[in-house]
């Protein structure tokens, strides 16, 4: 079983495989405006030689040109293979990254504010919003 995961909510295109609930692609793109060429090249090969049985897509928080390639994409990708697909907080696959008790991811949301959640054991207990850096410190 493997699962497709993309994730546009940020300036990176990001693409993984996750089989057997490890991941055994991972790969990105930087830049704010090459989503659109970015996925289909890192989607290519990130599922050469695999049965892709599932998709997770990125919901955001983020940009929304970037947001709707990634999901149009990753929706598009399922309904062609007849497979499911879901949806996810970006911020909380950042998060699921991390071994502290008690932190708070953050991302640029461009006009000097930044998308973010507070997390305490590794669970979302705040979020996700949009503030400027000085509110959220």
């Known amino acids: ?47 050469f030689n695999r049965k892709i049985t599932e998709v997770l897509v990125g919901m955001g928080p983020g940009p929304y040109t970037g947001l709707r390639v990634g999901i149009t994409f990753a929706q598009t990708f399922a309904w062609a293979r007849n497979i499911p697909v879901r949806g996810f907080c970006s911020l909380d696959a950042i998060a699921a990254q991390v071994n502290e008790p008690d932190f708070i991811v953050a991302i640029d949301a461009r006009r000097k504010e930044i998308y973010w959640a507070r997390y305490t054991g590794g669970i979302r207990v705040e979020g996700p919003a949009v503030d400027i850096p000085a509110v959220v410190a």
């Not at 693409?15 to 830049?31: H, L, M, N, P, T």
Request: proline residues 4%; charged residues 15%.
């Open 1 to 47: 079983m493997s699962i497709l995961a993309i994730d546009t909510a940020a300036s990176r295109t990001s693409v993984a495989i996750i089989e057997d609930g490890k991941v055994v692609f991972s790969q990105y793109r930087e830049g704010g405006m090459s989503h659109g060429p970015a996925l289909p090249e890192l989607v290519s090969a990130a599922i």
